[in-house]
């Protein structure tokens, strides 16, 4: 008999980054508050979060994210006015994020790195097992990948990492995982991990991309872990620790994303991201790719 194992309910978004590739636009705009179309990158990643049955949220802030608690709250005078002028669609879309879900949030003080982010969220979190979500990475709506991690998790223990085969000159960007088969296709065991190896030492092309699911266990193991990479405490090094020991919090395993995602944290890409999700759109596609397809051919 499959062993069961507690229901997952808390998410958190770690979201105190300087997001200095986005400079000047991030010196007094929060990098998840850019707008990918007409909602802020936040949002996309809360609502992944409640559809996968996270409606409990935790985000890590820190200095200069004030707009982030302003978005999710409600902003009455704004409303008012939209019931004045009876515009009900809008007024929708403005409550749509103040009633998306329970969300708390924690000031992480020193930019100590992803591992002491995700710390900062022990006490809300307690001794039950948690996803994150990081506001970089965006993941369609329609490959849903963080209800699959949940499942596995829940199945099998431990923590569970988000996988995705990248280009092997690419991997230096990534943390990397070493992985065996498991019973499952989209579902590997991970035996190691490397942050940003370079390329001849990088145990696959397995890159970890910006969700986990996490065992508590990860949190004792994070206050030991001593500042790695960049002198920041590395979340993939107590990932590592669990990987090489399951008596203390479980396997790892990985689930291989092959669905879409976008990389807001990078201008390239959080550009292509804004192009791919607009010529999406029923109410802004058709006309935009029609415009799309005129622009690229007068400049070719």
Request: some cysteine.
């Amino acid at each position: 008999m499959t062993k069961s194992h507690p229901r997952i309910s808390k998410a958190v978004i770690p979201a105190a980054g300087l997001g200095t590739r986005f400079l000047p636009a991030t010196k007094a705009t929060p990098k998840e508050m850019l707008p990918v179309v007409d909602k802020p990158a936040i949002q996309y990643v809360v609502e992944e979060a409640v559809s996968a049955g996270l409606a409990d949220v935790l985000m890590i802030t820190g200095r200069n994210k004030r707009p982030l608690e302003d978005h999710f709250d409600r902003n009455y005078e704004l409303e008012s006015a939209l019931t004045a002028k009876g515009d009900a669609e809008k007024l929708a879309r403005v409550q749509e994020s103040s009633d998306l879900a329970n969300i708390h949030y924690v000031r992480q003080g020193d930019p100590r790195g992803l591992g002491h982010a995700v710390l900062c969220a022990a006490p809300h979190v307690g001794d039950q097992p948690f996803a994150v979500l990081l506001g970089d990475d965006l993941i369609d709506p329609r490959d849903p990948l963080l209800a699959r991690m949940v499942e596995v998790q829940e199945r099998e223990g431990g923590s569970v990492i988000a996988l995705m085969e990248v280009d092997p000159g690419q991997i230096h960007l990534y943390g990397c995982a070493a992985v065996e088969p498991s019973g499952d296709a989209d579902v590997v065991k991970v035996t190691d991990l490397v942050e940003k190896p370079a390329v001849d030492e990088a145990p696959s092309n397995l890159a970890i991309i910006g969700r986990y699911v996490l065992d508590p266990a990860i949190f004792d193991i994070l206050r030991r872990t001593a500042p790695g990479r960049g002198n920041e405490i590395q979340l993939t090094d107590a990932l590592q620790h669990l990987a090489a020991d399951e008596q203390v919090g479980g396997p790892v395993h990985g689930v291989v994303f092959k669905g879409r995602r976008y990389d807001t944290g990078d201008r390239g890409d959080y550009l292509r991201a804004i192009v791919r999700l607009a010529c999406e759109r029923e109410d802004l596609g058709p006309d935009f790719k029609a415009w799309l397809r005129r622009y690229v051919t007068e400049e070719m």
